[in-house]
């Protein structure tokens, strides 16, 4: 459902506006970075450079120094190590823009987000060290009393949990646990209990990244170790290597030293807190300098200053990768991921990674142990400047990892052998991210993929279920299951993770075969939005509420109701969806003059439903694109550039006609009925808008440059911000 704010042009005004954006665009500033920006150019290409100080510095400054670089960050901190020493260790930017203070390196503490799971890995293989842990064992060994359901003749171990195989049901942080209340005491226990996930994938089948695995990891340090999780943190991992100044708890001095986060284009976000307390999968608050510490001891066999917190056996165990879709396209170790590809390399096995994320921050880790080579990036501001940074500084120190792999002659399987791939495939944990899969044609091996955000593009195949990407030379890989499922790994949207093939869909006794909704109605059975059962009736042409259409596309955009409250005397308070009705006043999807009546059971019509839509496109699409789509029929003024946006974008049902006269009636006032929703809800989850949205900006006129102009180069413009996982 492509209601993400990735190129954002608002200002947040709350937590709740800031984490609907973060949420609905999770993950996916990779294919803007990748497939329309160019990586500033920090040496020649064909020459490489020995990592020294000198050069990493020179390096660090002029890449920060690019504009590229500078429309992604406020303030950022770097650390390089290599050798047991730190070669270069600097801030940039601001950790206040308001008060102008500086980064400073050794005490600007920033949210590091999910480099926290690095460390609660850590902590566990220290417990494995001393035989407290078996990574083969069921996680219920030393996690007791919570229910859930398991289908499967396979227990979820350790290990599963480690590696993000867990086979869990996507459980992600909610609104709510992002908060305000610095008072509010949620125990990892206490929040296992009431989000705990059933098993719905066959354990250690699948890749998904997995937040909630790494809670029950942090709870397994606590109750085997018998001290609390932030206690053994601070005594076991963060002491011993002097990391004074990191933290999984917020208290006054880390509110002092945080960084100010900061949104897409450098408004500021308020201070917040984090549910449950602590987060071992993402509420480490850190500086560059402690964890170039960590890097340090970690390249060095776990050893730093005399101080051993991992044998070198861990150490090595934990750089292995445990799991990947083809041997160019490795998953995860235990605590660090794969490195982003670079186009024809895919991801060296010889480097390992760990990214970050939440509101206002976001870090970049690797590591290169056959170097000898760390270095961590954090910034206050969510974003791509990683996805920019990596592929720089390998190119300019470590080519050789960006050089292509080398793949045997492989003969390409014919149209019908890859007719097994064809069909819509949903991210297993972003719901929201869909790739439409056919059949490249009569040639054989390839493939053609689409998603609404990069649009149609060509797969070729070079191996066994391994195919090379004509937009970048990037790879996507498939896995099949005994059981028939397909798993597909690709670059762009999220590659942390799978998406899996829909099941075919049986159709309802009521929707024709010949029906122009078929392929939306079919397309959103197959990913599971609707009961896959030929015997029941989708009934076509009932009218929808406002109730419903709220509820089915804030639902199918992978949300959770409102936990708010609605003001009991609200005319939804007690209504079903309410809800969902709440969420879409947060969202400001729903708006009005009277916010205590929306009607939940009136008919809505097409009108009132593409301008809540647009009420979510907007904010990342600017309005003038549209304006000189023409309208006939009757439509009321206030809904006009939303059915404009609409109309440009191909948001709507073949109902709507292109007349004589180049005009489009969309129905304006006519109820909006099923299939019709059917059609809207499709065209979000397939429609390539990010790729129309940038042809109609690449057909605007050019403002000729000046010397105001410059004075202002280097600023962000929302144009061409990324913005939020």
Do not use: C
Not at 5 to 23: D, E, H, K, Y
Not at 510 to 519: F, T
């Amino acid at each position: 459902m492509h209601l993400s704010n990735r190129r954002s042009r608002f200002r947040f005004t709350s937590l709740t506006g800031a984490f609907m954006a973060f949420v609905l665009s999770l993950s996916l500033w990779a294919p803007a970075v990748h497939a329309e920006t160019p990586s500033p150019q920090v040496n020649e290409k064909g020459q490489t450079k020995a990592l020294t100080s000198e050069s990493a510095e020179a390096f660090l400054d002029t890449f920060f120094d690019s504009a590229e670089a500078k429309a992604q960050y406020v303030g950022a901190s770097v650390v390089v190590v290599k050798d047991g020493q730190v070669l270069a260790e600097k801030g940039y930017g601001y950790a206040d823009q308001e008060s102008k203070t500086p980064v400073d390196p050794k005490s600007t503490a920033f949210r590091v987000a999910s480099v926290s799971k690095t460390f609660t890995a850590a902590a566990v293989m220290q417990l494995v060290e001393q035989g407290k842990v078996d990574l083969q064992a069921d996680f219920q060994t030393y996690v007791k009393g919570l229910e859930f359901d398991n289908p499967f003749d396979k227990p979820v171990t350790v290990e599963n949990l480690l590696t993000h195989t867990t086979g869990f049901e996507i459980r992600d942080p909610q609104q709510e646990d992002i908060h305000a209340d610095f008072n509010k005491t949620v125990s990892m226990e206490d929040y296992a209990q009431q989000h705990m996930p059933p098993v719905v994938r066959e354990p250690g089948s699948a890749y998904m990244y997995d937040n909630f695995s790494f809670l029950l990891l942090g709870m397994i340090v606590e109750n085997v170790s018998g001290e609390p999780f932030e206690t053994y943190m601070q005594e076991h991992i963060f002491k011993p290597l002097g990391m004074d100044n990191s933290s999984f708890v917020l208290n006054d001095k880390f509110k002092d030293q945080l960084a100010t986060g900061y949104d897409a284009v450098h408004n500021p976000l308020d201070l917040y807190t984090l549910s449950p307390t602590p987060m071992p999968q993402g509420g480490m608050l850190s500086t560059a300098e402690d964890i170039g510490n960590f890097m340090i001891a970690f390249l060095n066999d776990g050893v730093k200053d005399n101080e051993r917190i991992l044998k070198e056996f861990t150490v090595k165990s934990m750089e292995q990768y445990r799991s990947s879709i083809h041997p160019v396209l490795p998953d995860t170790t235990y605590g660090f991921e794969a490195a982003f590809q670079l186009p024809g390399a895919g991801s060296s096995p010889a480097i390992i990674t760990k990214a970050g994320d939440l509101i206002g921050f976001s870090s970049y880790l690797f590591l290169i142990p056959e170097q000898n080579t760390g270095v961590f990036l954090t910034y206050n501001q969510s974003g791509a400047l990683r996805n920019l940074f990596y592929p720089a500084f390998i190119q300019t120190f470590f080519p050789q990892y960006a050089e292509p792999v080398e793949i045997k002659d492989f003969t390409p399987q014919s149209t019908n052998e890859l007719q097994r791939y064809a069909g819509l495939y949903a991210d297993l944990r972003l719901s929201t991210i869909v790739s439409s899969l056919k059949n490249g044609g009569t040639e054989p091996g390839k493939l053609s993929i689409s998603d609404a955000f990069l649009g149609p593009r060509t797969l070729i195949q070079v191996d066994k279920n391994l195919f090379k990407d004509e937009l970048t030379g990037q790879f996507t890989a498939f896995k099949e299951q005994a059981d028939g499922t397909i798993y597909m790994k690709e670059p762009y949207l999220n590659p942390l993770g799978y998406e899996k093939k829909g099941q075919k869909p049986q159709g309802f006794r009521d929707v024709r075969p010949d029906s122009p909704y078929v392929e939306a109605i079919y397309g959103l059975q197959s990913l599971g939005h609707y009961d896959n059962d030929a015997t029941e009736a989708f009934q076509p042409k009932s009218a929808v509420t406002r109730a419903e259409f709220i509820e089915n596309v804030l639902k199918m955009s992978g949300l959770k109701p409102s936990q708010t409250t609605p003001p009991a005397d609200s005319d939804w308070a007690s209504h079903p969806a309410a809800g969902y009705i709440q969420l879409g006043y947060e969202a400001g999807m729903i708006t009005g003059a009277d916010s205590k009546q929306f009607k939940p059971d009136q008919v809505i019509t097409r009108q009132e439903a593409m301008v809540m839509i647009w009420r979510s496109l907007q904010l990342q699409y600017p309005s003038e694109l549209f304006q000189d789509v023409k309208l006939a029929g009757h439509a009321d003024e206030w809904a006009v550039p939303a059915i404009q946006m609409m109309v440009k974008l191909g948001i709507h049902g073949p109902e709507v006609k292109v007349l004589e006269d180049g005009s489009v009636d969309v129905l304006a006032r006519k109820p909006l009925i099923r299939q019709e929703e059917a059609a809207i809800m499709y065209q979000l989850f397939t429609q390539p808008t990010d790729k129309i949205v940038a042809e109609l900006m690449a057909q605007q006129p050019q403002p000729e440059t000046s010397d105001v102009d410059e004075a202002d180069e280097g600023q962000p413009s929302p144009a061409s911000t990324e913005e939020t996982p």
